[in-house]
């Protein structure tokens, strides 16, 4: 098993704890920004990839949810978005599979990519069923120097936690 299937499968599990991963962060600190982004440029279709759970997502949004790690939402999603936001996701993807979803996010958009990265180690630990080796939740910790080089475009925004 590659890191990045690794990382999936601690993040599914941890997903199945109904007291983890509430989706706080999207609605603590994205979603007055989003919503401005989607009155300023008539944004009609979302995408939110890496939805985790949905449990705060505003339902005017009629977004498309997925989410790898949580089964009601892990179809692929189909097309292509006015909007895609991604929200404290991208640190829990192994590095060498960074330049690859980062690709993925921008074939999805049509339009804007909103993304928000955390560039210091979680509080959480993710283990295995069975298993006593505990993972940091965030396998890529990095500046936001890093970052800006990986996920640029005119129609990107990029925030970062600390």
């Not at 006015?82 to 993807?93: A, G, N, Q, R, Y």
């Not at 210091?120 to 970052?147: E, F, I």
């Not at 990107?156 to 600390?162: A, E, R, S, Y």
């Amino acid at each position: 098993m590659d890191r990045y299937e690794l990382y999936l499968e601690l993040a599914r599990v941890h997903h199945q704890d109904p007291l983890t991963w509430h989706g706080t962060n999207l609605r603590d600190h994205h979603i007055d920004a989003i919503n401005q982004l989607i009155q300023k440029h008539r944004i009609e279709s979302i995408l939110d990839y890496g939805c985790g759970k949905a449990l705060h997502h505003p339902p005017e949004w009629r977004a498309t949810l997925y989410d790898p790690a949580v089964p009601k939402y892990s179809t692929p999603p189909q097309g292509q978005y006015d909007l895609v936001i991604c929200t404290d996701v991208l640190e829990h993807i192994p590095e060498e599979h960074i330049d690859r979803i980062v690709a993925q996010l921008k074939q999805y958009s049509k339009g804007w990519l909103y993304v928000s990265v955390c560039c210091r180690l979680a509080k959480d630990k993710l283990t295995m069923p069975n298993s006593m080796k505990r993972y940091n939740a965030h396998v890529t910790v990095k500046p936001q120097a890093w970052w800006r080089q990986r996920i640029q475009g005119e129609r990107v925004i990029l925030k970062f936690t600390d």
